[in-house]
């Protein structure tokens, strides 16, 4: 890991061509992978130097500081954004805010279950499979209701595929293992039609991530993706082109929008505290600019039985 | 070839010099595009292959993980669709696995995942047997003659163990927009040098090709007109074209002088040639001639009273008589007997043409160092200078000037005679002294002839000097030898 950080500053001052810059670039891929693939106990150093890598975050993790998880349950990538949410929240909270990014759910799961950070914004499949570790925060508001759907999208070159049965064979992207809209849906939606998942595509891959879905499934590298459905419309708003290369030929049934959730022994006050300022964000002028950024409504405290249904189709996945 | 040839040098050194420079300047350029091209694609075969390493070093991971989406992420990152020098950019990169199937490639529509590149046909159904030659772990190159495409290949290697390929797909045609702007960019600078070079060579040329074609241009008026080639502007530099200037003023000079000469000769061999004529015609008459005379003598002594035939016969006495002076005046015939020439000599000769100077009121004027006797005859030279001195008269301007010059000098008389009238055009002096030759009304034509004939006894020289607008001067020289 400190060879990453080493390679890291190194290129900024030994880039003479392409080559090297590239070979650098790679380099430092490539030992993000390993260190990825690290054990959890390292799990603590990591965070400290990947946020030392993100000038936009606090360089330290302050004592005191409240730290917060954050998924691609919404589009995570713009750091500008994420500032300025993080500057109101400290204002508001008074009191330090780190956001904690991770390559996937999994590691920011793990870090919430095993208390390294207090909130999460997470979905709504790990919540309902670890809902007595977490805390229910809140549940964002998506055209005025908790609730958002799993988008299954083909090329926009792809006239013929209509569902997602027609897809048998072909090449499907997955977000990620521990989405619901990503993941837990098609192949829920596959098993109740009595088709293996597992076979039933001839490959598939993930990207972690709803955005690189689209990607995906925008430039041909799969025949179809799934993706959170407020994420692809959240895209075609700001990135009309990535969206307008995918078709989407199915819509899921409504599911209860990715929530924010707390770790098991946070104390009450905080996870108030932390709740009201979430659910007071519209009344604030700035914060109805950010959740107007975020193209949500608002937030609200949400009841565990939103996510009755993505539990069913868990069980029911899990079962075959 | 010929008509090449036969082009003028003022034209053939400044083009040859052109032809030089520009062919230089093609050479220069042509080998430094050469180099250049030899060079860009000796660093695009390095780029690439570093390149190909690189990738296939960080695509095992995602490989063994059987991570598309980071594989495809990587290979995408390889590519910079802004990019400064496209031909530096792989147009296709495919990661195949062992059985050459597709694990993911830059162009997903293309070579979708699990296929067989090979299905695209062309250069891709034959770098499987590529793969397969040489040593599975070396990186290859290979240029398909009939694809528009070359690829460089690269293994997936984890730990000694072959996982699949990189291949990196690269545009023949995307190599060319930079070859041509090299190419583009080397022809401008050597128009740019050629501009400067050009103009420079072409006046130094020129300036080369000038005194030869001035020469060239002099040499055109030999023989004809050789005053024209003699005062023609000629190089006078010390180089060979300098000499050769030099040395075409000397063969002019002489060639000149040969003309005159033997133009000189052709007017003395004519005249000795009408001597020679008229001294033949002189005596053939002079013979019956005397014999009629003497006839006609004795008739009028002893023959009778007829009037009629007196009165014939001295007619016919008159004629022949006539005749008989003519031909003396054609022949004249010296003799031995006579008395030197004295300086009163010239006295005289004013006296005899003062009568005929006068009716034309002009003024005779003489310049004489003349002081003793000379061992020459008086009866010759006087007659010479009469005949110089009246023909002057005649010829100068109403109220002009006739001058007389006479000096000894080394032994030798010199006479000089000259008039201010109209001279005497070329074409005239030629027959000057040719009897009969005159081209006045007055006169027999016989008297320079006469001048000519005594001269020629004597030894002497005779020439004429008549410039337009000048004297036209008789100078003669007589030599004669002192006595002891």
């Known amino acids: 890991m400190l060879r990453c950080k080493v390679l890291r500053a190194g290129n900024v001052i030994e880039i003479r061509d392409e080559a090297t810059a590239f070979a650098l670039i790679i380099a430092a891929m490539n030992q993000d992978d390993h260190c990825r693939a690290g054990s959890r106990r390292r799990g603590f150093l990591q965070s400290a130097l990947a946020m030392a890598a993100m000038p936009l975050l606090p360089a330290r993790a302050e004592a005191g500081a409240l730290r917060i998880g954050l998924t691609p349950v919404f589009l995570d990538d713009q750091l500008s954004f994420l500032t300025r949410w993080r500057v109101w929240l400290e204002r508001r909270l008074k009191r330090p805010v780190v956001f904690v990014q991770r390559g996937n759910y999994r590691e920011v799961l793990d870090l919430i279950r095993g208390g390294k950070i207090d909130f999460a914004w997470i979905c709504g499949y790990p919540y309902v499979r670890y809902r007595h570790e977490l805390r229910l925060v809140a549940v964002p508001l998506w055209r005025g209701r908790p609730y958002y759907q799993s988008y299954l999208i083909v090329p926009d070159d792809d006239a013929k595929s209509n569902s997602l049965t027609d897809l048998r064979g072909k090449v499907f992207a997955y977000s990620d293992p521990d989405s619901n809209s990503g993941y837990l849906y098609p192949q829920y939606r596959l098993t109740a039609s009595g088709e293996n998942p597992s076979t039933f595509f001839s490959r598939h891959f993930f990207t972690w991530g709803h955005r690189k879905v689209v990607e995906a499934v925008g430039v041909g590298l799969a025949d179809g993706g799934a993706v959170d459905g407020y994420v692809w419309e959240t895209l075609a708003e700001f990135h009309p082109k990535l969206t307008g290369a995918t078709r989407i030929i199915e819509r899921s049934p409504e599911f209860g929008h990715p929530p924010f959730a707390a770790r098991a022994d946070i104390p009450e006050l905080e996870l108030q505290q932390f709740r009201a300022t979430l659910l007071g964000m519209p009344a604030d002028t700035e914060g109805a600019e950010l959740l107007r950024l975020l193209r949500l409504d608002g937030f609200v405290a949400g009841q565990g039985s939103l996510f009755n249904e993505i539990a069913r189709m868990a069980a029911r996945v899990r079962r075959t | ?484």
């Open chain 2, 1 to 484: 070839m010929i008509a090449l040839a036969d082009i003028s040098l003022g034209w053939k050194i400044p083009l040859r010099v052109m032809a030089a420079v520009l062919g230089t300047a093609l050479a220069v350029t042509a080998a430094l595009v050469t180099r250049e091209y030899d060079e860009m694609s000796q660093n695009l075969e390095a780029h690439a292959k570093s390149l190909a390493r690189v990738m296939a070093n960080t695509l095992v991971a995602p490989m063994l993980h059987d991570d598309i989406w980071r594989a495809y992420e990587i290979i995408q990152s390889a590519r910079d669709p802004a990019a400064i020098a496209p031909e530096l950019q792989a147009d296709v990169v495919l990661v195949t696995d062992l059985e050459y199937r597709v694990f993911v490639s830059s162009r997903p529509r293309m070579f979708p995942i699990g296929s067989s590149p090979a299905s695209q046909g062309g250069a891709y159904g034959r770098l499987r047997a590529a793969m397969l030659e040489g040593k599975p772990t070396e990186q290859k190159v290979i240029d398909p003659a009939d694809s528009s495409h070359y690829f460089v290949m690269s293994p997936l290697v984890a730990d000694g163990v072959a996982l699949g390929h990189v291949v990196l797909g690269y545009s023949k045609i995307s190599f060319l927009p930079r070859f041509t702007g090299l190419v583009g960019r080397a022809a401008l600078v050597t128009l740019l040098v050629l501009i400067v070079i050009m103009p420079i060579a072409w006046v130094s040329a020129r300036r080369t090709g000038t005194p030869l074609l001035a020469l060239a241009d002099a040499m055109r008026h030999v023989p004809e007109e050789l005053e024209v080639a003699r005062l023609a502007e000629l190089p006078k530099s010390r180089d060979e074209i300098g000499q050769l200037g030099d040395a075409f003023v000397r063969m002019v000079g002489e060639l000149k002088q040969k003309q005159e000469l033997e133009s000189q000769m052709l007017v003395s061999e004519r005249l000795a040639a009408v001597g020679r004529l008229s001294a033949g015609i002189a005596h053939e008459i002079n013979n019956p001639l005397g014999g009629m005379l003497t006839a006609i003598k004795t008739w009028q002594r002893h023959g009778g009273d007829d009037p009629l035939a007196s009165q014939t016969l001295s007619l016919l006495e008159r004629g022949l008589d006539q005749i008989r002076h003519t031909v003396a005046a054609l022949l004249v015939e010296t003799k031995p007997e006579d008395r030197a020439f004295e300086p009163k000599d010239i006295d005289d000769l004013l006296i005899l043409v003062e009568a005929e100077a006068h009716a034309r009121s002009v003024h005779v004027v003489v310049e004489s160092s003349l002081t003793t006797p000379l061992p020459l005859r008086a009866t010759l030279l006087r007659q010479i200078l009469l005949n110089l001195l009246l023909n002057a008269v005649a010829a100068a301007e109403q109220g002009g000037l006739v001058q007389l010059s006479a000096a000894a000098k080394d032994g030798k008389l010199k006479l000089a005679v000259c008039n201010d009238g109209q001279h005497i055009p070329d074409e005239q002096l030629a027959y000057l002294f040719e009897p009969f030759a005159s081209g006045r009304e007055k006169g027999h034509g016989l008297g320079l002839w006469i001048v000519y004939q005594i001269v020629q006894q004597l030894n002497g020289g005779l020439f004429v000097e008549s410039e337009p607008g000048g004297c036209t001067t008789f100078n003669i020289e007589i030599p004669y030898v002192e006595p002891v």
